[in-house]
């Protein structure tokens, strides 16, 4: 398998999954992507766009209506030229399904009360799902790079 990387994902942040990649010969090349983080060239249909944790998708789509339209509009474009787009949220700790985020609490809101907290950020992502091509899915961060594997596999029947 080959896997194409958008080349704004910093390489720091991603050293586990190249490494894990590497440890199961997955070929990989940085190039820039139209829409998510990560595509396996021989299906162009499917995009996984990786995020670090719950607070990082809540900063996308539940801390101002700029970054929410920011985000949907890259979820729209990837859409209209026939691309799902998979949110892969790296966030462990026990969340493993969209529901699960239901259960979220916030960080922000000691500091800022009316910061987003779960149930408002999985209303944001459910709507986004039922309206889009779109999928949620996370993960614990040791897992990311079996998990963008087991997505974009050649013999994955979608």
């Given at each position: 398998m080959i896997i194409q990387i958008d080349t704004r994902e910093k390489?720091?942040?991603i050293q586990k999954i190249l490494q894990d990649f590497r440890e199961h010969d997955v070929k990989f090349y940085s190039s820039k992507l139209y829409a998510g983080d990560y595509m396996n060239p021989k299906k162009p249909?499917?995009?996984?766009?990786r995020k670090q944790n719950l607070s990082e998708i809540c900063g996308n789509v539940g801390s101002s209506q700029e970054l929410h339209d920011r985000f949907r509009d890259e979820i729209i474009r990837a859409n209209d030229i026939g691309v799902k787009v998979i949110v892969l949220i790296e966030h462990g700790e026990g969340y493993k399904t969209l529901d699960d985020i239901k259960f979220w609490q916030n960080p922000r809101i000691k500091n800022h009360p009316k910061a987003t907290n779960g149930p408002k950020l999985y209303k944001i992502l459910h709507t986004m799902c039922q309206r889009?091509?779109?999928d949620v899915i996370l993960c614990d961060k040791e897992e990311t790079g079996a998990k963008i594997r087991e997505l974009l596999d050649d013999n994955r029947g979608d």
């Open positions: 390489p720091k942040a249909d499917i995009v996984i766009d889009y091509d779109m």
